[in-house]
């Protein structure tokens, strides 16, 4: 948490000629890929008023004005060169390489602003898996960090409310059912009990979800916590709370537990790894672990936030403890998110896009909602859903091929990629699984964050039944979609039905397909007249 502000005068400017040439230089740095190496000289030299002004976001101007305060991320020019760790061979390897790269590069460029904060007694908070301070100021402190070289932009920590479903009722059952239910629909339909079958049930894979929290002694999800050993608890390296500065919150701050201060954490890690051993079976992949990070104040969330929970993510630490402490070969297989930084509330485009990139660079597949803004097109307008990094997913009506209305579809427009979006989708309506009320809560909530959590399990039983896909984001992501039931639309892409489409990306997801030894192949392009492949004309 960022402690002690303080107000600062602005520094003296420079020649303004000179200034911009800086400037210049800085953008053209910046421009280069997140991934790539950047140095430009941070010899104390400020920017101009024109430049220095182009680099702070207009929610930061907006937040300063009349002598406010406000929370802003300060992005350094220099990020970290990750294109080397997509030639090793193992997530191990991987997973030390980025977090090394990130953590050095931190480290050796933060350290004259850093200096130059605590000198004032501004607050602040270092990140460094987007090289990237967090500092709370006045118009003053926004405008002199601006000036500095070594800075690209200066952009706003909005407060953003994520629009979470509300379930229809919470039922307790019974802690020893006398009729176990079935297996849920949504979990069937993607015919993960046939993946059981062949005894592959997601063991050795670790999920994670960020989230509202998670109610870890949940009869369901209890007995798969990698904190749990099945006598005692141990949360280190198995659970953070982003949460500093809540007034009222049910979780407190900083919980030393998980815990859900909302139910949507709970219910959404059910559909991914669920089931309590009497007859509860909610989740795709019941043999695999979870952790979990809490990055919103009930539905309430910040960039800072989300960067802080991918930071753990990346290389968990102790409960107590810090990110300099934290262990990259602790990181979980698969992160599950259906948060969302909308552009409309002050999030910018790009804050959140290298700490996307840096989890795929460490072999780490974030899965994400597609959002809830559907039925019209070109609504995957919110990151993280639209970042290429991601694997996104859209929601269909439950033991159906046709979308939900409300599942948000391309082409992405926003940062004019024109990005086909969502990659997959999978059942995302009437989806029953635990609940944060009680021990043996149930509830029922439609969205595409429950699709994304089939999608989240999916993942995890690929890998458990194909490890020789383990950790290659790529060629798993490829795997999943040509494997998956293809279904032809073409209303968001102007013509005729085609695959994939900006729709239903590349169709339902099929995971017996995809982990079955000899998968259907089908190269995008291709000619697809396969049994398994679908018409919807509509």
């Known amino acids: 948490m960022i402690t002690n502000p303080n107000r600062i005068s602005t520094p003296p400017r420079l020649r303004a000629t000179l200034c911009l040439l800086l400037f210049v230089a800085a953008v053209l740095a910046a421009l280069g890929a997140i991934g790539s190496s950047r140095a430009i000289s941070t010899q104390g030299r400020s920017a101009g008023p024109a430049a220095m002004a182009s680099k702070i976001a207009p929610w930061v101007i907006e937040h300063t004005a009349n002598g406010q305060q406000a929370e802003f991320m300060v992005v350094l020019t220099d990020q970290a060169d990750l294109r080397p760790a997509a030639a090793l061979a193992t997530k191990n390897d991987k997973a030390r390489f980025v977090h090394d790269a990130l953590l ?39 405008e002199a960090v601006a000036a500095r070289p070594d800075v690209v932009r200066v952009e706003g920590n909005p407060h953003i409310q994520n629009a979470f479903p509300q379930p229809g009722h919470v039922v307790e059952t019974p802690s020893q059912p006398q009729n176990p239910a079935t297996i849920e629909p949504g979990i069937n339909y993607t015919h993960a009990p046939d993946v059981w079958a062949l005894g592959f049930r997601g063991q050795g894979i670790t999920v994670a979800g960020a989230d509202t929290g998670i109610r870890w002694t949940h009869n369901a999800l209890k007995p798969h916590y990698r904190g749990w050993d099945g006598t005692t608890a141990d949360h280190d390296y198995n659970w953070h709370d982003s949460i500093h500065d809540s007034v009222g919150n049910p979780c407190g701050n900083d919980s030393p537990e998980p815990c859900d201060d909302l139910g949507h954490g709970t219910h959404t890690i059910g559909t991914a790894i669920g089931d309590d051993g009497a007859g509860n079976q909610i989740g795709m992949a019941p043999g695999a672990k979870w ?3 809490r990055n919103m104040d009930q539905n309430n969330g910040t960039p800072a936030r989300y960067v802080e929970c991918m930071e753990f993510f990346l290389a968990p630490y102790p409960v107590n403890g810090n990110p300099n402490q934290g262990d990259p070969l602790k990181a979980p297989d698969i992160t599950s998110n259906s948060w969302v930084c909308p552009p409309s ?29 559907g039925p019209n097109c070109s609504t995957v307008q919110d990151p993280p859903s639209f970042y290429e990094a991601s694997y996104t997913v859209g929601a269909l009506n439950t033991g159906t091929d046709t979308i939900a209305g409300f599942s948000s579809r391309s082409p992405v427009t926003i940062d004019g990629s024109n990005r086909l979006k969502p990659d997959i989708t999978a059942p995302g309506t009437g989806t029953r699984s635990s609940y944060n009320t009680s021990d043996n809560a149930y509830a029922s909530l439609s969205g595409t964050s429950m699709a994304t959590r089939h999608i989240a399990g999916a993942m995890a039983l690929l890998w458990s039944a194909r490890p020789q896909f383990r950790h290659d984001i790529a060629a798993s992501r490829t795997l999943l979609n040509n494997a998956a039931v293809h279904i032809l639309d073409g209303i968001c892409d102007g013509g005729p039905p085609v695959m994939p489409n900006n729709t239903y990306g590349y169709g339902r997801v099929d995971i017996l397909a995809a982990a079955s030894p000899s998968p259907p192949q089908c190269p995008p392009g291709s000619q697809l007249s396969r049994s398994w492949t679908r018409a919807l004309i509509t």
Request: glycine letters at 10%; charged letters at 15%.
């Open 345 to 373: 509330e002050g999030c910018s485009v790009n804050t959140l896009q290298a700490a996307v990139e840096a989890q795929a660079a460490a072999g780490i597949m974030m899965v994400v909602a597609a959002g809830n803004a």
């Open 104 to 142: 050095n590069k931190s480290r050796t460029t933060q350290g004259p602003i850093l200096q130059w904060l605590r000198e004032r007694g501004i607050e602040h908070r270092s990140f460094y898996i987007v090289n990237a301070i967090l500092v709370k100021g006045s118009r003053e402190v926004a």
């Open 291 to 293: 952790i979990g990070c």
